[in-house]
């Protein structure tokens, strides 16, 4: 194993620990919202403040969903660090440049296959 790739392995635990903390506390606040929201049943219709709470429970839970999703990829991305196999981009099998996998070391694809990828999907 080379240093980079030691690097790498430090930047992935890194990442998983942050991301664990956000999903911590998007968890007790989305929590948190529910349990109002069920003590204090407002009409959201009329009531400029339950409105606004309603969006920003919407949001935290795009947030925390999101969160999840990254740290399952994370999970995946160590796995794959493990195995050597970290770095190969999944759909053409070239190396993945580093600096994509510095900003992005869950990243699973090189920039022209995920960039392919998600092309015809976004309509
Ligand atoms: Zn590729």
Redo the contacts with the bound molecule.
């Keep these: 194993m080379t240093s980079a790739d030691d690097d790498l392995v430090v930047l992935v635990e890194e990442r998983l620990r942050e991301l664990e903390a956000q999903r911590a506390s998007l968890r007790s606040d989305v929590e948190q919202m529910r349990v109002s929201r069920s003590l204090d049943f407002t009409d959201d219709e009329h009531d400029p403040e339950g409105s606004t709470v309603s969006l920003d429970h919407a949001r935290d839970r795009a947030l925390l969903a999101a969160t999840e999703q990254t740290l399952a990829e994370l999970v995946a991305a160590r796995e794959r660090l493990a195995a050597g196999s970290f770095g190969r981009?999944e759909?053409?099998g070239?190396a993945i440049p580093e600096e994509r996998l510095r900003a992005r070391p869950e990243a699973r694809?090189?920039i022209?296959?995920a960039s392919r990828q998600a092309g015809p999907r976004r309509r």
């Design positions: 981009c759909g053409c070239e694809y090189c022209s296959c």
